[in-house]
């Protein structure tokens, strides 16, 4: 399967546990997006990284929240001291840059934090 | 602000019948605009990606049309399948970058046999 995985599928946590969500990307796309999306909403932007480098952050993106993409591959996003707030679904999607710029979504990750 | 708005927010339809959701945008400047489906607990997969010269383009049984004018586009399902189930998301680029993507909050379908 070439598209984009995210794993762990589900993740229960305790309030004030830090959970580690990673993303694989299509292999030959540069762009790698994070998005959190809760029930009834679209999704909110995170943060996107071009290869290895993160280059826009949204303020949804507390100090708690960190993201890498170490070699521009795989990527993780870290909560740390999670909140019952940061309960939702994160979504990891990649694209190739170009002039359309469509992105592929992963199936997500849904957090429940209780 | 951009911003995009969908309706309506929830449709219930019966197998076979079409349906016509709509989205609004005042997103500026425009770069193209798509249309996701996204199945319960899954990502949202694209259906079709619109500029701003193009007024209509269909997939299968999903045609999109864009009105650039009054900044509107609609998505139409024809001969809807139990498949059709569920929420389809219009996003609107306004180029430059992962900010200038505008998500809806998404039209929340559900087919009944």
């Known amino acids: 399967d070439t598209g984009v995985s995210q794993n762990p599928r589900h993740k229960i946590t305790k309030r004030g546990q830090n959970v580690t969500f990673r993303c694989d990307p299509i292999s030959e796309h540069n762009r790698l997006y994070w998005y959190r999306q809760t029930l009834g909403q679209g999704p909110e932007f995170l943060t996107y990284?071009?290869?290895?480098?993160?280059?826009?952050k949204s303020r949804l993106l507390s100090d708690r929240f960190s993201a890498e993409r170490p070699k521009g591959s795989f990527s993780t996003l870290e909560i740390q001291r999670t909140e019952q707030g940061d309960s939702a679904m994160y979504l990891c999607?990649?694209?190739?840059?170009?002039?359309?710029?469509?992105?592929?979504f992963g199936p997500g990750t849904r957090l429940l934090v209780l | 602000k951009n911003q995009v708005e969908q309706s309506p927010q929830s449709l219930i339809i019966l197998e076979g019948k079409n349906c016509t959701l709509q989205c609004n945008y005042t997103v500026s400047p425009f770069s193209n605009l798509r249309w996701y489906k996204q199945d319960t607990g899954r990502g949202p997969v694209s259906l079709t990606i619109m500029t701003f010269s193009e007024n209509t383009k269909s997939n299968g049984r999903y045609t999109a049309t864009l009105d650039a004018d009054t900044k509107q586009s609609s998505l139409h399902i024809t001969a809807s399948q139990l498949s059709d189930s569920a929420s389809y998301i219009c996003v609107v680029n306004s180029g430059g970058g992962a900010d200038g993507l505008t998500f809806g909050k998404g039209t929340h379908l559900i087919i009944q046999p």
């Open positions: 999607a990649s694209s190739l840059w170009d002039s359309q710029e469509t992105q592929y």
């Open positions: 990284f071009q290869n290895e480098a993160q280059l826009e």
